[in-house]
């Protein structure tokens, strides 16, 4: 195991704050944004900053939380699995996921992520408050307000990737960048 | 009578309501996992507040957070108290957000141009 040195260099050098990769859980959850507070309190950071990440954070592990939650998931062992990290580059928060996905859902998350990059600020509270108005609420809770949530709060685009595993998985990531 | 208190925990929301005297008060974190279940008692207590409710009903939300499955179940708190506005009791709801918190306040807007009650926007200083 001589490469742990290799290992942590390459994440001091991409400036990981935090890293987790496993299955989330409600208690992970909440020792995560515990130490992102505690960490963003001793940095310092403004108050508006700290509630946008803090926010964004939130809803990011929750969606990891819900979608590893899914009943009908088959649990193969990779697929519970999901990465996590938040990095500051240049005063700038990254927050990134990546967790698997049936290929058959891709298309309908693709759409609806694509929705989303179209609109502009002022169309994002519409649909926002559209959805919160009219949308189904699932048993977890979200009802699809999570993503238009995020984008809303981080001001820009979002920024995801499907990587296709194999015929019945791929691999999607997010790449959420807090404006400053 | 109806009334209600739960104390605040790091996900959970100071949720205190009082029939008697027509006020509730949600101050703190929203953010369960599961957003359904926690507030299910809030709205069983405002609809039993319905049956005969005071004059006047002031409501305080004073929320540093709230993730998205809270937003709905806070909107069910806000259409309960719409049914109760329109029926034999006053309601006012005083949204508080700390300044420079312009999201917060945002989502305030949202609710107020949603629910047809009358919302206050308090700005209150940072701790």
Same mark, same amino acid.
């Given at each position: ?17 935090? $890293? ?5 859980? $409600? =208690? ?52 519970? $699995? ?31 992520? =694509? ?57 999607? $990531? ?7 | ?15 205190? *309501? ?19 279940? *926690? ?38 708190? *806000? ?49």
């Amino acid at each position: 195991m001589d490469n742990i040195h290799d290992f942590y260099n390459k994440m001091e050098k991409g400036n990981i704050m935090l $890293s987790f990769k496993g299955e989330v859980t $409600s =208690d992970l959850l909440t020792s995560i944004l515990q130490i992102m507070e505690s960490k963003m309190e001793t940095l310092e950071e403004p108050p508006k900053i700290k509630k946008k990440v803090y926010n964004i954070l939130v809803e990011c592990l929750q969606n990891l939380y819900h979608h590893l939650d899914d009943d009908d998931f088959k649990t193969k062992i990779n697929e519970k $699995s999901a990465l996590f990290m938040i990095r500051k580059v240049d005063g700038e928060y990254s927050i990134m996921t990546g967790n698997f996905i049936a290929n058959d859902n891709v298309d309908l998350m693709q759409g609806r992520l =694509d929705r989303i990059n179209a609109m502009d600020r002022d169309e994002l509270k519409v649909y926002y408050k559209e959805v919160l108005n009219n949308g189904e609420m699932s048993a977890k809770g979200g009802g699809g307000l999570g993503m238009i949530d995020i984008a809303r709060k981080s001001g820009k685009k979002l920024d995801y990737n499907f990587n296709k595993i194999d015929d019945e998985y791929s691999f999607f $990531s997010l790449n959420i960048k807090v404006a400053q | 009578m109806a009334d209600l208190k739960l104390e605040g925990s790091p996900k959970t929301p100071t949720i205190e *309501f009082n029939s008697g005297n027509g006020y509730l008060l949600i101050r703190g974190r929203s953010i369960p996992e599961n957003s359904i279940e *926690f507030y299910k008692s809030l709205i069983e207590a405002l609809e039993a507040y319905n049956d005969s409710p005071q004059a006047n009903t002031k409501v305080d939300i004073q929320l540093e957070y709230f993730n998205t499955s809270s937003s709905k179940c806070i909107l069910d708190v *806000f259409k309960k108290l719409e049914v109760i506005n329109s029926g034999n009791s006053e309601v006012i709801i005083n949204w508080h957000y700390e300044e420079d918190d312009e999201d917060m306040l945002e989502a305030g807007e949202d609710y107020q141009a949603i629910i047809n009650i009358p919302f206050k926007m308090i700005e209150v200083e940072e701790e």
